[in-house]
C-alpha cells in the first residue's frame, strides 16, 4: 500500500522561511515517478488545486507556478524516497494546505497523479 506523508506546515510571519518535506513509502520504484507540489484554499476542490512545483523522476527538470519563481525550491532525494519544497519569503497569500502528489508524468493536473498526501497546513500572518 502506497503513503505519502508531508510534513514542515505550521504558521509562519511574512517573509519566512519553511521547508516542507513528503515521504512515499510503498513504491519500490520511486525514482520513476515525477513528483509535485499542489495547494489548495477552502472552496475549492481537489481537482482545482493549484500546481505550485513539480519535478521529473531524476530531479534534472523542474516546474513553478509565476507566483512562486524566485521563492520556492522543489527537490528530491531518491534514497530517501523524499521531495522537498523550499518555500521563501513567504507571503499572505501562500496560506493554504500543500499537497504532494506522486505521477507518472510531469504534469500540472491534478487528476492525473495517482497518489496523495493528507497535506500539510501552511499559514503566513503577522
Known amino acids: 500500500q502506497v503513503q505519502v506523508e508531508e510534513s514542515g506546515g505550521g504558521l509562519v510571519q511574512p517573509g519566512d522561511s519553511v521547508r516542507l518535506s513528503c515521504v512515499v513509502s510503498g513504491r519500490r520504484t520511486f525514482d520513476k515517478y515525477a513528483m509535485g507540489w499542489f495547494r489548495q484554499v477552502p472552496g475549492k476542490e481537489r481537482e482545482e488545486r493549484e500546481c505550485?512545483?513539480?519535478?521529473?523522476?531524476?530531479?534534472?527538470?523542474?516546474y513553478y507556478t509565476d507566483s512562486v519563481k524566485g521563492r520556492f525550491t522543489i527537490s528530491r532525494d531518491n534514497a530517501k524516497n523524499t521531495v522537498y519544497l523550499q518555500m521563501n519569503s513567504l507571503k499572505p497569500e501562500d496560506t493554504a494546505v500543500y499537497y504532494c502528489g506522486v505521477s507518472h508524468l510531469g504534469t500540472t493536473t491534478a487528476d492525473l497523479y495517482v497518489d496523495w498526501g493528507r497535506g500539510t497546513q501552511v499559514t503566513v500572518s503577522s
Open positions: 505550485v512545483a513539480t519535478i521529473n523522476f531524476s530531479g534534472d527538470t523542474t
